[in-house]
């Protein structure tokens, strides 16, 4: 397989420079382009690998993980350190829970105040709504 920057960045549902911004994080590697970079002619070329480690680096994007932590997991595949894999995926989870606790929190309040904006349009309907005088500093 040898692709383009524009076809491997298609490939894995990203834009290029998103690729070139993995390329200076050093999440990913820039080939050399065939024929040399001495005159900057010809075409970098990406293989399955590159297009793994771009899906690899998409997917743990989604599962949460920074790209300072998909430099440390990156690294760790090559040392087969599953223990630190563990740990950082627990960090993870971690962070994650602290996440929903705070968003199901905060639903619960924008609940209560949907409810109490109903029933002051079921009274008089006077004064601000519940929710936006919730937002007033």
Request: hydrophobic content about 40%; overall charge positive.
């Amino acid at each position: 397989m040898q692709l383009t920057i524009g076809k491997l960045a298609s490939a894995g549902g990203v834009g290029v420079e998103t690729v070139r911004y993995y390329q200076r994080r050093g999440l990913m590697a820039t080939p050399v382009r065939s024929g040399g970079e001495r005159w900057g002619g010809g075409i970098r070329r990406y293989g399955a690998d590159d297009l793994r480690r771009l899906r690899f680096i998409r997917s743990a994007q989604a599962a949460g993980f920074t790209l300072d932590e998909i430099s440390d997991l990156l690294a760790l595949e090559e040392s087969n350190d599953r223990a630190r894999v563990r740990r950082l995926a627990r960090q993870r989870i971690d962070a994650l829970d602290r996440k929903i606790a705070q968003m199901t929190e905060t639903r619960a309040v924008l609940a209560r105040l949907a409810d109490q904006c109903a029933a002051s349009d079921a009274g008089d309907g006077r004064g601000p709504c519940p929710i936006l005088a919730a937002f007033e500093p």
